[in-house]
Nanobody
């Protein structure tokens, strides 16, 4: 049973940084695609970053150059480093996993597993 548990959300001033963590368990870590989505109130869920099993990454234009997705395979953890945060980054952030290849970031329903979310508020 695949489980994803996020942490690291919180409140921060504009221009600040946060690092989200997601502990992934229940499967062979290196064989899955990992990603981060976010959803603001009244808006659709937005895919913002993905990490393929081969190590390649993709980012939404809205976060490119400011956010970085990475992983520590030994710890079974995927991270989202968020720098130069803006008020429009305020949202619930979700960790996701997809098997065996990465569904497009523009298609949230295609991702197989989801965490419970962690709130990020930028003021």
């Amino acid at each position: 049973h695949v489980q994803l548990v996020e942490s690291g959300g919180g409140s921060v001033q504009a221009g600040g940084s946060l690092r989200l963590s997601c502990v992934v368990s229940g499967y062979t870590y290196s064989s899955y695609c990992l990603g981060w989505f976010r959803q603001a109130p009244g808006k659709e869920r937005e895919g913002i970053a993905s990490l393929d099993p081969d190590g390649s990454t993709k980012y939404a234009d809205s976060v490119k150059g400011r956010f970085t997705i990475s992983q520590d395979s030994d710890k079974g953890t995927v991270y989202l480093q968020m720098d130069t945060l803006k008020p429009e980054d305020t949202a619930m952030y979700y960790c996701t996993a997809d098997d065996p290849t990465c569904t497009s970031l523009s298609w949230a329903p295609g991702w197989d597993y989801w965490g419970q979310g962690t709130q990020v508020t930028v003021s």
